[in-house]
C-alpha cells in the first residue's frame, strides 16, 4: 500500500487567509492523486482529481492542487477561505488501474468569522 | 439516482455482540469497499470486492466478514463486536468507466461497542 503523509494536524485560520494543506506521498511511479473534504457531519466528497495532463488542477469551491512529481507532493490551495471551508481535508492516493486508495490521516482545517 | 446508501446510521453494540451493517449503490459500479475512520489515521481500508462474487482484504480486515451476492450490496459483518472497533464505517464505489478510478462514498455508520 502506498504511504500519504499530511503535515498539518489542525490549521486554524481567519476568514480571507489563504490556505496550503501540504500532501506527500511515497510510490515512486505513476499516481493518480485526490484531495477529498468532509464537512461535520457529512460524508467524503471529492474536491479534485490528477491522473495526468495539467499538473495544476482545479476543484470546486475555489480548491486546487499543484502536482509536483520530483517531490512526490499534491499540496491543496485556496487563496481566499470562507467559514464554510471548515473541515477535515483528505489527501489520497492510488496507482493506476487499482481501485485501493491509500489515505492521508487528515487535516482539520476550522475557519473563524 | 441515490448513489451509496448505508444503513444504519448509528448503532451501539455491547462486546461480543454481531451486527450487520448495510451498503447498497444503484450506479451499477464493479467495484466497492469499505473503510474505517479513526481519529489522527484517516481512512483505512477494510475489505474490497471488484465484482459480484469476489472479495478480499484490505489493510485491516480481522473481526469483520463480507460478501458481494450482487453488484448492488456489500454488506459488512462484525462477527464479534469489541471496543477497538468502535469507528465510523465507510462503504465506497466505484467503476473502470471512471478513468481515475474516482471512488463514491456513503453518508457512514458510526458504531459505539462498549
Known amino acids: 500500500a502506498q504511504s500519504v503523509s499530511q503535515h498539518n494536524h489542525h490549521v486554524i485560520l481567519s476568514e480571507a487567509a489563504s490556505l496550503e494543506l501540504g500532501c506527500n506521498y511515497s510510490?515512486?511511479?505513476?499516481?493518480?492523486l485526490f484531495w477529498y473534504v468532509q464537512y461535520p457531519g457529512q460524508h467524503l466528497q471529492l474536491l479534485l482529481k490528477?491522473?495526468?495532463?495539467?499538473?495544476l488542477v482545479k476543484g470546486i469551491k475555489g480548491f486546487e492542487a499543484e502536482f509536483i512529481k520530483s517531490k512526490f507532493s499534491f499540496n491543496l490551495r485556496k487563496p481566499s477561505v470562507q467559514w464554510s471551508d471548515t473541515a477535515e481535508y483528505f489527501c489520497a492516493v492510488n496507482e493506476p488501474h487499482d481501485y485501493k486508495l491509500s489515505f492521508g490521516a487528515g487535516t482539520t482545517v476550522t475557519v473563524r468569522a | 439516482n441515490a448513489g451509496v446508501t448505508q444503513t444504519p446510521k448509528f448503532q451501539v453494540l455491547k462486546t461480543g455482540q454481531s451486527m450487520t451493517l448495510q451498503c447498497a449503490q444503484d450506479m451499477n459500479h464493479e467495484y466497492m469497499s469499505w473503510y474505517r475512520q479513526d481519529p489522527g489515521m484517516g481512512l483505512r481500508l477494510i475489505h474490497y470486492?471488484?465484482?459480484?462474487?469476489?472479495?478480499d482484504q484490505g489493510e485491516v480486515p480481522n473481526g469483520y466478514n463480507v460478501s458481494r451476492s450482487t453488484t448492488e450490496d456489500f454488506p459488512l459483518r462484525l462477527l464479534s463486536a469489541a471496543p477497538s472497533q468502535t469507528s465510523v464505517y465507510f462503504c465506497?464505489?466505484?467503476?473502470?468507466?471512471?478513468?481515475?478510478?474516482?471512488?463514491?462514498f456513503g453518508p457512514g455508520t458510526r458504531l459505539t461497542v462498549t
Open positions: 510510490y515512486g511511479g505513476t499516481v493518480n
Open positions: 490528477y491522473f495526468s495532463g495539467d499538473p
Open positions: 465506497a464505489s466505484s467503476t473502470p468507466g471512471q478513468s481515475s478510478y474516482e471512488q463514491y
Open positions: 470486492s471488484v465484482g459480484a462474487g469476489i472479495t
